[in-house]
């Protein structure tokens, strides 16, 4: 059955294949099969997942209802996963099948097909057809979704130009180890191996993650709501700035952070700190008529963890810090501007965690969207830990003298 007349079918409860195949050849791109699983409303956030031939199964599903079986490269190559719809996790009712490909665009890859097969008795339930945008990387051509009685297949077919980093911070899953054998050369060769001596397991494993450290520039980014983005870590300076629209209401832009000793500390309109000596962050601009506060870490060795808070002070009134359009932009000032806006609206709450930097890996920086109220009219900051989780409503009361 083609979805060119049907673009959308109820599935009888079972285990289906989801198999893609495309002819190899010297000039066309390989392709990887990935199955993305957003998390819905009953998940938490960092729950969804990308299932792929790097990462086969959902490492929170004993079941393993959602698995890679694996690849057979030959004239034909062949990527196959395989979907239990009687078990799949209720946090999950969306499974997005999508082609990524590597050395070439989606449509150059030859005589590509991209089928559902009942995994009993290896009949074929659909046949999907493909029309990936010229320059897709990847392509999504269509979804399972469950709703109340039962599930269902669905055509999609959109595309990301800019590849698996789109995909990734669409949906918010982590793609990793395809993003990192894509930017590792496959004639990439260990100095050793070079002179005829042999690698051993961990040293090969720690030299592709070696390789994979050099984290290409994002460019301008828009975090969901939970997602992450990773960067390389600058060895100078981050910037984190506090943007927002209502220039009636004052916001307070916060950093609270662990240096690298372990020892906590607050950077803020009271203690402004300093970028040439310690702590080596320093607020360096306050402009309530621009709407715009901005925290400059300058040297980011010197930390391990900084959450990125704002405080709106009661005479603001009830409001709502996304009504106030209020977005934090991390800024690495080597090509990475990664955005992290506000979703929810919350009316009586005077805190909020929007952004979370983490530096303890020696090349990486990752920076998380965490969007986390306080209780309604709680004054309370935020504290964060050494390990870098946080917690609401617990730390320090300040009224802000006007």
Same mark, same amino acid.
């Given at each position: 059955?083609?979805?060119?007349?049907?673009?959308?079918?109820?599935?009888?409860?079972?285990?289906?294949?989801?198999?893609?195949?495309?002819?190899?050849?010297?000039?066309?791109?390989?392709?990887?099969?990935?199955?993305?699983?957003?998390?819905?409303?009953?998940?938490?956030?960092?729950?969804?997942?990308?299932?792929?031939?790097?990462?086969?199964?959902?490492?929170?599903?004993?079941?393993?209802?959602?698995?890679?079986?694996?690849?057979?490269?030959?004239?034909?190559?062949?990527?196959?996963?395989?979907?239990?719809?009687?078990?799949?996790?209720?946090?999950?009712?969306?499974?997005?099948?999508?082609?990524?490909?590597?050395?070439?665009?989606?449509?150059?890859?030859a005589e590509t097909r991209l089928r559902l097969i009942d995994a009993e008795d290896n009949t074929e339930i659909l046949r999907i057809d493909l029309a990936p945008g010229p320059a897709d990387l990847v392509?999504?051509?269509?979804?399972?979704?469950?709703?109340?009685?039962g599930w269902y297949y669905r055509a999609v077919g959109f595309g990301f130009t800019d590849g698996l980093t789109g995909l990734s911070f669409r949906f918010a899953v982590p793609i990793n180890d395809i993003?990192?054998?894509?930017?590792?050369?496959?004639?990439?060769?260990?100095?050793?191996?070079?002179?005829?001596?042999?690698?051993?397991?961990?040293?090969?494993?720690?030299?592709?993650?070696?390789?994979?450290?050099?984290?290409?520039?994002?460019?301008?980014?828009?975090?969901?709501?939970?997602?992450?983005?990773?960067?390389?870590?600058?060895?100078?300076?981050?910037?984190?700035?506090?943007?927002?629209?209502?220039?009636?209401?004052?916001?307070?832009?916060?950093?609270?952070?662990?240096?690298?000793?372990?020892?906590?500390?607050?950077?803020?309109?009271?203690?402004?700190?300093?970028?040439?000596?310690?702590?080596?962050?320093?607020?360096?601009?306050?402009?309530?008529? %621009? *709407?715009?506060? /901005?925290? @400059?870490?300058?040297?980011?060795? &010197?930390?391990?963890? $900084?959450?990125?808070?704002? #405080?709106?002070?009661?005479?603001?009134?009830?409001?709502?810090? %996304? *009504?106030?359009? /209020?977005? @934090?932009?991390?800024?690495?000032? &080597?090509?990475?501007? $990664?955005?992290?806006?506000? #979703?929810?609206?919350?009316?009586?709450?005077?805190?909020?965690?929007?952004?979370?930097?983490?530096?303890t890996a020696e090349e990486e920086a990752v920076i998380e969207h965490v969007e986390t109220y306080s209780r309604p009219r709680s004054e309370r900051r935020p504290v964060l830990r050494g390990d870098g989780?946080?917690?609401?409503?617990?730390?320090?009361?300040?009224?802000?003298?006007?």
């Amino acid at each position: 059955m083609s979805l060119t007349m049907l673009p959308q079918i109820a599935l009888r409860p079972r285990r289906i294949h989801v198999v893609l195949n495309w002819v190899k050849t010297p000039t066309t791109p390989q392709l990887d099969l990935i199955l993305v699983l957003p998390a819905n409303n009953a998940g938490v956030a960092g729950s969804a997942r990308a299932i792929q031939f790097a990462d086969p199964t959902d490492p929170t599903d004993s079941s393993a209802a959602v698995r890679h079986l694996g690849r057979t490269d030959a004239a034909v190559s062949t990527d196959r996963a395989q979907v239990d719809l009687n078990a799949v996790p209720p946090r999950y009712d969306q499974i997005l099948m999508a082609l990524s490909a590597t050395g070439g665009r989606v449509v150059d890859a030859a005589e590509t097909r991209l089928r559902l097969i009942d995994a009993e008795d290896n009949t074929e339930i659909l046949r999907i057809d493909l029309a990936p945008g010229p320059a897709d990387l990847v392509h999504i051509p269509g979804e399972l979704y469950r709703r109340a009685d039962g599930w269902y297949y669905r055509a999609v077919g959109f595309g990301f130009t800019d590849g698996l980093t789109g995909l990734s911070f669409r949906f918010a899953v982590p793609i990793n180890d395809i993003l990192r054998r894509q930017q590792v050369p496959a004639t990439d060769v260990a100095p050793d191996a070079a002179e005829g001596k042999e690698e051993s397991r961990s040293e090969k494993a720690e030299r592709r993650a070696s390789s994979a450290r050099a984290v290409t520039p994002l460019g301008d980014v828009k975090l969901l709501p939970g997602a992450s983005a990773t960067i390389k870590r600058p060895q100078h300076e981050i910037t984190a700035e506090l943007t927002w629209r209502r220039k009636d209401k004052d916001l307070d832009l916060y950093a609270l952070y662990i240096d690298s000793d372990g020892r906590e500390g607050v950077c803020y309109y009271r203690d402004q700190g300093s970028l040439k000596r310690p702590p080596h962050i320093c607020l360096t601009t306050g402009d309530r008529h %621009r *709407g715009r506060e /901005a925290i @400059v870490i300058a040297r980011p060795s &010197a930390f391990r963890h $900084i959450l990125i808070c704002a #405080y709106s002070a009661v005479e603001n009134g009830i409001g709502s810090f %996304r *009504g106030f359009r /209020a977005v @934090v932009e991390v800024d690495d000032h &080597a090509g990475s501007v $990664i955005q992290t806006p506000l #979703y929810h609206r919350n009316s009586f709450s005077y805190w909020v965690a929007i952004a979370r930097i983490d530096l303890t890996a020696e090349e990486e920086a990752v920076i998380e969207h965490v969007e986390t109220y306080s209780r309604p009219r709680s004054e309370r900051r935020p504290v964060l830990r050494g390990d870098g989780t946080f917690v609401m409503d617990a730390g320090r009361v300040e009224f802000k003298a006007r």
